[in-house]
């Protein structure tokens, strides 16, 4: 046995591989009764806007039952493993595979500095890096769209609250890299759209060929 496959014996023993659906000792990322329950519940729905600084928005699933469980211990609890169960799920949807290939570039809606330091990641730029190593025609960029201001998190504000909450919280940096280019802009949940908006409107600038959202769910 080689050295690394003796460090990953290790720590299989030590950091046993759980689904990241129902917690279960698993094998995979998801288990087979859970990847057959997202199956059931996935709403795999394409909005389009005219009112917008985007045109589409896929989502996934609705913001309820065991998605809005999971989503909240992913972003809250530190359980950052959980975004490997919803990966799985969307590279094996073919829908959401040939939506994904529409465009050339993946941004994640950023947090501020200091929240990423609290919690130790950013919850939508898990996935998206994921998403970019297994589709390679897609470009990963973390280094455009950035968050200066450390407002209140949305969920602490009501619907009428959160479109100034979060005017002015985003800045762009590199235009070039996404100047005439197809971006798809992650987060985790849509509720109002306030906060994809804000960020696709500082895109904008860069004169990107479109600007298009994915979310995990949907309130």
Do not use: W
């Not at 000792?25 to 729905?45: G, Q, V």
């Not at 490997?84 to 595979?97: G, Q, R, S, T, W």
Request: hydrophobic fraction near 35%; charged fraction near 30%.
């Amino acid at each position: 046995m080689q050295i690394n496959e003796i460090i990953k014996y290790v720590i299989n023993l030590i950091y046993p591989n759980v689904c990241g659906i129902c917690d279960k000792l698993c094998d995979d990322d998801i288990c087979k009764k859970c990847e057959i329950k997202l199956n059931d519940i996935s709403k795999i729905k394409i909005d389009r806007y005219t009112n917008k600084y985007f045109k589409k928005h896929l989502y996934i699933f609705k913001y309820e039952g065991i998605i809005k469980e999971r989503l909240i211990k992913y972003k809250f609890n530190e359980k950052n493993y959980i975004y490997k169960a919803f990966v799985k799920f969307m590279l094996k949807n073919k829908k959401i595979c040939d939506f994904l290939k529409n465009y050339d570039i993946i941004i994640p809606v950023p947090i501020h500095t200091k929240r990423r330091m609290e919690r130790g990641y950013n919850q939508s730029a898990l996935i998206a890096k994921a998403i970019s190593k297994k589709i390679p025609q897609i470009d990963y960029l973390e280094d455009v769209l950035i968050k200066k201001i450390n407002n209140k998190p949305q969920s602490t504000k009501n619907k009428s609250e959160r479109k100034n909450n979060v005017i002015g919280a985003y800045y762009m940096k590199n235009k070039e890299k996404i100047n005439n280019k197809k971006i798809l802009l992650l987060d985790d949940i849509y509720t109002t759209g306030n906060t994809v908006n804000e960020c696709c409107k500082i895109l904008q600038s860069a004169n990107p060929k479109c600007i298009d959202v994915i979310t995990i769910a949907k309130d």
